[in-house]
Structures are given as C-alpha cells and as structure tokens.
C-alpha cells in the first residue's frame, strides 16, 4: 500500500498547484455529499467559517505564499479577516475569542506596518532600525502567514460546532493535516502530467535572453545554496527542439525588487537529451562526477569573464569573473569566434558600478584587452581578424600548451615569450640592425642585459661596435667574445677589415661636453665613410652601433650640456649618419632611460622599439605614437623583465606585451 502511494505520489500531477485545488474542492463536495445529503454545504456561519478557513489554508500555501511570506502578506492576510471579525461581534455568544482575536490581529497588523516602516535599504542589516525590522519581520512571519491565520479560524469554529466525537469532524482534520503537508517548495503551474517534475537541484525558471549565450533567470525563492560557477543544464523553448540540453555555469546572481535572480551563461556545447527535465527551468549538477566532466569540458577553471559593451575590432572590455582572482596585466586571454581561436592581451582592468531597479546596486570588475588576432605558426606571428566579436560571448585564460611553436634559426631570434604561454616573441635581427633599434626603460628593468644577448647573436655576421663610458661593458663584452677590440680614430677601418667582431670605444665621462660629442662624431663619421666605400665597391659590411646611455652621445638639443652652435651642429651631423646609415649597412642600437634626453631625429629612425618599464611623460607622449595609447598607459605597471615590442623586425604585426625573464631550457 505504502508503496503505491509513493508511486501516486511521484506522479507529476499530485505535484500541480491547479490539480490540487480541483482535487480538494471535488473532495470537499463528495465528503459533503456523503455525510450532508447536499453537494454545497449550507450557508450556515459555522460552515462559511471552517470551509472559508480550510480553503484560505490551501489557497495560501498553493498560490498566494506557496515559498515565503513577507510582512505585505501578513498584512493582506489580517485586514479582512480584521474587518470580518468587526462584523459579526454580535454571532459570538462568548466575547472572549473575539477580542482574542481582534488583538491577535491588531498586533500582528501593526508589527508589519512598523517592520515596512523601519527597513532602511540605505543602511546596513546591523544598523538598530533594520535589526528591529528584521526581528519584527520574523515575528509576523511566524504567526501571520496564511496557513497559520486561517488554520486557527478553521479549528475553532470546527471545534466549536462540530463534535470530536463527529466521523465528519475527524475527517475534515485529516484533510486539514495533508493540506498543511503539501510542501510547496515541489509544486508546480502547469497541467502537464508526467513525471518531469521540479527536483530539489531546480534552480530558478528562464525569465529573458540577453544574447544567444546568456540567459536571466528568475530564481526560486527557497533556493539558497546557489554560487557563482555552480555547473547548470537546461533546455530552452525557443529551440528547435527541447529535446537538446544546453550546460554552463551561474554567471552571476544579484538581488532585483527584492527578489533574487541569475544570470546563467551557456559553455558547453547543445546535446542531444531527452531525459527527465521541464523545459525552461535551470538545474544545478548534483552528481559529483558529472560536475568534474562538465567542468573540464566547459574549461571553467579558465573561464575569465564575457565580452561587454563598448568593445571593438582592436579592443574588447569584459566583465571579469574568475574562480581563481589569478589574471594580470600582459596574460593572454582567448575566445572563438566564427571557427577562429583569437587571442587578446589583458592591458588593463576598472572596477564599474551598475544601477539596478530600487536602489539595489552590483559592483564587478571591468577588463579591458588589445585584440593580437590568431596565432599562424608558420609565420611565428599573430593575425588579426577583421570584426569585433559579439556581445557575452565566453573569453578564457589562454593555454597554449596544444600549439607546437615551429623551430627557427638565425637571424631570427627569441625575444622572450607572451606571459605565462608558451608562444614567443620572434624578430629579424637582419631587419633590427638594418632600420635601427630602440630600448628604452629605467635602470634595472633590463636593457642592458638583453642588449648583451642581442650583441651576442649578431655576432654571426655583424660588425658591433659599442660606446662604453663605465668600463662595464668591455668586461661583459669579454664574456660574449675571447678578442674585443678597443677603438680609436686610427684603428677603426682595421678593425672593420679584420675578423675581430666586437670593437669597443671607451670614453671618459658620461657628460655630453664638447669633448665627447666631438670625438663620437668623428667615431660615426669614419664608420659611415668606410660603410660607404664598401657599399659602393659592393662588398657591403653589416655594422651594429650600440649608443649605451644614448642621451650623453646623442642628446636632444635642449638637453646639451654646452651651449654653443658648434656642438648643435654636431648633434645634428650625427642624426643625419644615422638617417643615411642605413642605406650603407649602419644599424643602430639606442639604449636609453628617457625619450626625453635623447635626439628626436635619431629616435625616430628607430624601426623597432622594446620598451621596458617607465614613468616619465614624455616617454608616454613619443612612445604612443608606437605602441598606441592604451598600451602606453601599461608602461608604469610593467614587472621587471617584461617589456612592449613593436616596429619592423618583430614578426607579429602587432604590438604587444612579452616576458624577457630567462628561464632554465
């Protein structure tokens, strides 16, 4: 028999708001009819007043509170049985239930007003007024919900007719008794009768569409334990077919009109399934092994967050949401957009405020991220996809780990990598002596270093030749090469003809007096004269000039040590070398701390730019027109080692943000 009932019970219609009314009110007609000889009962007071009661009951819990009961209802709930009670004083032959009954509900109706009256949505719960509130809230609650009012209207009149000894008694108590154990939390609206009924893993039912991915929903209001990322399925009308389950995560969950809501975002991709579960309605996962397939299906330890407004073809901005707060500043983030794999680079995040309904407000944090475009790797190089990519759709964390980087040789060299990928960045060093190189960043950050590195694989087919003002250089240059060779005026072309690669020229001081402006000037002017005469008997010589603290060798005018027009026009002398010395084979290299010391004319030359970190405003104002003005502003927040490439000799055609740390291979 038990069994039975549990199958009767399971069946998804005992589990209908609308068949539980009909079924009751049939209920109450045939038990009328049995124990009366009428199908209706009489209009009796008495019968008015327990059926009105145990009615009241049922339509309470199936539709006006059927999963919580706020002080509005409590006040709904007492005014007309208030009203009611003032009516018909007179029926009661005994008064004392009637003022009874009358303070009941005067208190209960006053508590809710001052409960309504008190809540402060402008102050926090601890504040005195809203702990008052809340206090009076749970008391009205407890005793004014509908069930509890109407209950109490039903039995006394029902004990106060009727007999306890009546069978018809008895039985309207056992009708109450299973009314009162209907557990709203699993009923349902619709009149469908299988057995796709809610389960407690329900979450809440679609309220709206915002893209094609993402959905709001409406949640239920007993359901509490609900979190960002929590694994969801669903299936949504507006398909073809709801026999396709669609799964994602909760995205995010807030609090609208008081009620409580999500936003639920689409990952995974749409399956066949037609198993048990209501269409429109967001389950969460609940079977632990199904929760650990889906969430590496759905790459939800790498989810970062969904493309928002205001985004372009050469930037998206992002709503950030990560299990893990672990993204920074340089790391690669991807999405797919039409079949296309493309990667962005995080340059920057702002936390946003959003206004909702009621004064109700979310924070979250707004990620912004300069589209680099689909990795080609025949080409080492990124290619960018010509449109933007659309609202809410999914961006994660790059892993790189799947792309197999193809090998390369000289004169292509590895720079460093994109942080935290194990894609690199890739230049020509043909193409970075050939049109001049800049590197430019405070002391410490890496210059010099990288600057030795570079030196060291042009020395396969590159003549270097470096101004040394500390010494320092000629016992790291001896590092590189067992014969480095110090320069003067008589021995230039000799060392350019010979088979030594390195030539230093060490100078006094770092001071950009007359002295020392005059004898590099020289230095530069034997050098092109012989890169010159080798152009033209067409033996051309490939010749690498490292200027180390560039602003002494080469200053911008208005930072010359000397004021006289002999100097100036020397340092004008030396641009123009530079912007011939291309032609002839002259490569530079600039190594400086500011743009703002160092000639402009030289510095433009500059094909190719690494910039470490900086902070001053004119290294901003010249390097944006490289780099552009969104990456500019990641210039002060750069980690040591980490530096912005762009310009000729980097194979992607793009600029970006690259790690140079070096690493045990």
Request: net charge neutral; proline share 3%; glycine share 6%.
């Amino acid at each position: 028999m038990i069994s039975k009932i549990s199958k009767l019970k399971d069946f998804g219609i005992f589990h209908n708001r609308f068949f539980l009314l009909i079924f009751f009110g049939l209920l109450f007609i045939l038990l009328n009819w049995w124990f009366v000889g009428e199908l209706f009962p009489s209009p009796d007071i008495k019968n008015l007043w327990f059926y009105s009661g145990i009615f009241m009951v049922l339509f309470s819990l199936l539709f006006i509170e059927p999963y919580y009961t706020s002080p509005k209802n409590v006040i709904t709930n007492a005014i007309p049985l208030l009203l009611v009670f003032l009516s018909i004083k007179s029926s009661f032959e005994n008064v004392f239930p009637w003022w009874f009954a009358i303070t009941v509900l005067l208190i209960l109706l006053i508590s809710s007003i001052v409960a309504v009256a008190l809540e402060d949505k402008n102050k926090s719960p601890d504040h005195k007024k809203n702990k008052i509130a809340e206090w009076l809230k749970n008391f009205v609650v407890l005793f004014g919900q509908g069930k509890v009012l109407y209950s109490a209207v039903f039995l006394y009149f029902l004990f106060t007719y009727y007999s306890t000894q009546n069978s018809y008694t008895l039985i309207l108590l056992v009708i109450w008794f299973f009314i009162l154990a209907i557990d709203p939390k699993k009923i349902k609206s619709t009149f469908i009768t299988n057995n796709k009924e809610l389960d407690e893993n329900a979450l809440g039912e679609i309220f709206g569409v915002q893209s094609r991915k993402m959905f709001l929903v409406k949640l239920f209001d007993d359901r509490k334990g609900i979190n960002k990322f929590d694994i969801i399925k669903f299936r949504y009308s507006m398909q073809d077919s709801t026999d396709f389950l669609m799964s994602g995560i909760v995205f995010d969950t807030y609090l609208l009109n008081q009620e409580k809501w999500a936003k639920v975002l689409q990952l995974g991709k749409i399956v066949r399934d037609s198993s048990g579960s209501e269409k429109n309605i967001v389950y969460k996962a609940s079977d632990k092994e199904e929760i650990s397939t889906l969430e590496k299906e759905l790459n939800t330890n790498n989810f970062v967050g969904i493309v928002i407004e205001g985004s372009n073809i050469g930037k998206i901005k992002f709503e950030y949401s990560k299990k893990k707060d672990d993204l920074q500043e340089g790391d690669l983030v991807e999405l797919k957009t039409n079949d296309k794999r493309l990667f962005y680079q995080v340059i920057n995040g702002v936390t946003e405020k959003e206004s909702l309904e009621h004064r109700n407000e979310t924070g979250f944090i707004k990620g912004e991220a300069i589209q680099l475009g689909e990795w080609k790797n025949d080409d080492l190089s990124f290619q960018k996809h010509g449109w933007v990519p659309s609202i809410n759709t999914p961006i994660f964390k790059a892993d790189t780990s799947d792309i197999e980087v193809k090998s390369f040789e000289y004169p292509e060299y590895k720079l460093g990598i994109i942080p935290n990928t194990t894609l690199p960045s890739v230049i020509n060093l043909d193409h970075a002596v050939s049109h001049h190189m800049a590197l430019l960043g405070v002391t410490g950050s890496g210059k010099s270093f990288l600057a030795r590195e570079i030196i060291k694989e042009l020395t396969k087919d590159t003549k270097i030749i470096c101004v040394d003002f500390t010494g320092e250089w000629k016992r790291e240059l001896e590092k590189i090469s067992l014969s480095v060779t110090v320069l003067n005026k008589d021995n230039i072309e000799t060392f350019l003809n010979g088979t030594d690669k390195i030539g230093i020229v060490e100078l006094p001081t770092m001071s950009n007096t007359v002295e020392v402006i005059s004898a590099t000037e020289k230095l530069f002017e034997a050098i092109f004269n012989f890169a010159k005469k080798k152009y033209d008997e067409q033996t051309p010589t490939k010749i690498s000039l490292v200027l180390e603290e560039a602003h002494t060798i080469v200053p911008e005018i208005s930072f010359l040590g000397v004021n006289n027009f002999d100097s100036k026009a020397i340092v004008n002398k030396m641009g123009q070398i530079a912007l011939q010395g291309r032609k002839y084979g002259i490569g530079l290299l600039v190594i400086a701390q500011r743009t703002a010391n160092v000639s402009k004319t030289v510095l433009t030359q500059c094909n190719t730019v690494i910039c470490f970190q900086a902070f001053d405003e004119t290294s901003f104002n010249f390097l944006g027109n490289y780099v552009g003005k969104d990456l500019v502003l990641t210039l002060p927040n750069l980690k040591q080692y980490n530096a912005i490439v762009t310009g000729k000799a980097v194979k992607s055609n793009t600029p970006m943000i690259i790690d140079l740390t070096r690493r045990p291979e």
